[in-house]
């Protein structure tokens, strides 16, 4: 439906941004950005995703100067507090604990960049998900698939925790980790892509 | 983090459903059910999806005497118009260009029945998907790559049509056609599947 006019490049290691991206057909390059995700003292949950996007596209930058860039950095928040990736098993089991039976807000925020031009693009989405109460056994027994080891939040939505996800307000892929309309809407703007138009259309 | 303790059938060609289902760790056979799908004239489109998803279990019950038969149906409903597959290019074009700036609901039926013992368990939920607003350059784009022809509503909400899922409201797996939580909760109820507790836990 899309395709790529402008050298992109994806700076995650998520394979669900990849797969979301890929799925549209986009074509990209991949990147790696190493940088320390610690929220500032007084940060607002929403300043703090914002410039982990941010600093993760400009991580990479210096490597591809004539391409663009797209960072993105998704957080899950409870009562203004940010859960990150748990740790260990025993900060997963708090998480969840947590998080069962209750609402709690997903921010996603992504940045494309283009070092050549200067161009610096980030924006925000913000969804809410409802999951169903669990009993320690779910919560166990959900642990040792392993899966929730290294998701923000202690939870895959696309997984097996997508068992427990019992209803969403806003944007579905925002909940995955990139919030497709958004991505695709920038993405047209700034002529990185362009959709695919048969003659006869 | 299930196991399979009864036998289970699902009555369903949607590969939608398959990995939904397959991606729970659940095992089943297959089936395909093969019914007319017509809404009766004054039929709620609630009372209609619910008699899909049981026609569809009670079709193969005879060929499974002995086991659980799964069966779900999926529409989606705009100002309560039923919007079903599209049956050729210029009904998805029209499909699409009235759900396309609206919020449309999505309703998915499931029906669990056990020929032997006579248990008949049909289960409702709903969902409302907000669509965005689409040129008829991004219609004709889209129905171009094949994706909206087998689709309820002319598009999936897990492809390519992701990018134009502004919004949801209720269970994401309800609007890809199998509402997980709730055929979790059953399949356990009726011991058809059991949580897989490691002996620490």
């Given at each position: 439906?899309?395709?790529?006019?402008?050298?992109?490049?994806?700076?995650?290691?998520?394979?669900?941004?990849?797969?979301?991206?890929?799925?549209?057909?986009?074509?990209?390059?991949?990147?790696?950005?190493?940088?320390?995700?610690?929220?500032?003292?007084?940060?607002?949950?929403?300043?703090?995703?914002?410039?982990?996007?941010?600093?993760?596209?400009?991580?990479?930058?210096?490597?591809?100067?004539?391409?663009?860039?797209?960072?993105?950095?998704?957080?899950?928040?409870?009562?203004?507090?940010?859960?990150?990736?748990?740790?260990?098993?025993?900060?997963?089991?708090?998480?969840?604990?947590?998080?069962?039976?209750?609402?709690?807000?997903?921010?996603?925020?992504?940045?494309?960049?283009?070092?050549?031009?200067?161009?610096?693009?980030?924006?925000?989405?913000?969804?809410?998900?409802?999951?169903?109460?669990?009993?320690?056994?779910?919560?166990?027994?959900?642990?040792?698939?392993?899966?929730?080891?290294?998701?923000?939040?202690?939870?895959?939505?696309?997984?097996?925790?997508?068992?427990?996800?019992?209803?969403?307000?806003?944007?579905?892929?925002?909940?995955?980790?990139?919030?497709?309309?958004?991505?695709?809407?920038?993405?047209?703007?700034?002529?990185?892509i362009t959709l695919i138009v048969s003659p006869g259309d």
């Amino acid at each position: 439906m899309y395709k790529t006019i402008a050298p992109l490049v994806l700076a995650s290691q998520s394979p669900r941004r990849r797969e979301l991206l890929g799925r549209m057909g986009i074509e990209f390059s991949l990147a790696s950005a190493d940088i320390d995700e610690f929220c500032r003292p007084d940060e607002e949950a929403s300043d703090f995703v914002c410039r982990m996007a941010e600093e993760k596209a400009l991580a990479v930058a210096g490597e591809f100067p004539g391409s663009w860039i797209l960072a993105a950095d998704t957080i899950v928040v409870l009562q203004g507090e940010v859960l990150g990736k748990p740790e260990d098993r025993s900060a997963a089991v708090k998480m969840l604990s947590k998080i069962a039976g209750n609402r709690h807000q997903v921010l996603t925020a992504f940045t494309l960049y283009h070092a050549a031009t200067e161009s610096l693009i980030t924006r925000l989405d913000s969804s809410r998900v409802k999951i169903a109460a669990l009993s320690a056994k779910q919560i166990s027994a959900y642990i040792d698939t392993g899966e929730p080891l290294d998701k923000a939040g202690s939870y895959a939505v696309q997984g097996l925790g997508g068992a427990f996800v019992e209803a969403i307000e806003g944007s579905p892929t925002n909940v995955i980790g990139l919030p497709l309309p958004l991505v695709i809407n920038e993405l047209l703007l700034n002529k990185i892509i362009t959709l695919i138009v048969s003659p006869g259309d």
